[in-house]
């Protein structure tokens, strides 16, 4: 990182910008050109999960491929008199598979429904368990950036 200064790798801060960020931007290997889409997640411990439908490139791509990267940023403000934006961010590595597990899809699903506050019945039925797919990452690698008012 060029500016050491805004370089952050505390626990807090990760945890921080998880629970404020509302998207997550996944990036997978497209034949050597990023893939990238927005996504909501939740993050459980150093896990974050992603619900999909059931077939589609990203679900091609990380069966494929598993490697993942990811972007999230959170407190973006925009100061037009300095020409600067403030913000709080997230990059990160790790290792994309499609949930296979019911317990741990019902696991993801409330967690994202909880997380985003759907109006859906928990614990989720065995119905919608059989209609979505839950991407799991397990987190590689984590850096954490921010630019503040001083």
């Known amino acids: 990182m060029r500016l050491r200064k805004r370089e952050c790798a505390e626990q807090a801060f990760f945890d921080e910008v998880f629970g404020k960020a509302q998207e997550l931007f996944l990036a997978l290997n497209n034949n050597g050109c990023p893939y990238l889409i927005p996504l909501n997640f939740v993050r459980l411990g150093e896990r974050i999960y992603l619900h999909s439908a ?59 429904a909880e997380r985003y506050a759907a109006r859906c019945p928990r614990p989720a039925p065995d119905a919608n368990i059989r209609r979505v797919a839950i991407i799991r990452i397990d987190i590689a690698s984590l850096t954490g950036k921010r630019c503040l008012p001083e």
């Open 54 to 112: 059931l077939e589609g490139t990203k679900l091609d791509l990380i069966r494929k491929d598993g490697r993942a990267a990811f972007s999230l940023v959170a407190d973006v403000r925009i100061e037009r008199e300095k020409s600067t934006t403030y913000y709080k961010s997230v990059c990160g590595t790790g290792h994309a598979s499609v949930v296979e597990d019911a317990e741990e899809k019902r696991l993801a699903l409330d967690s994202l």
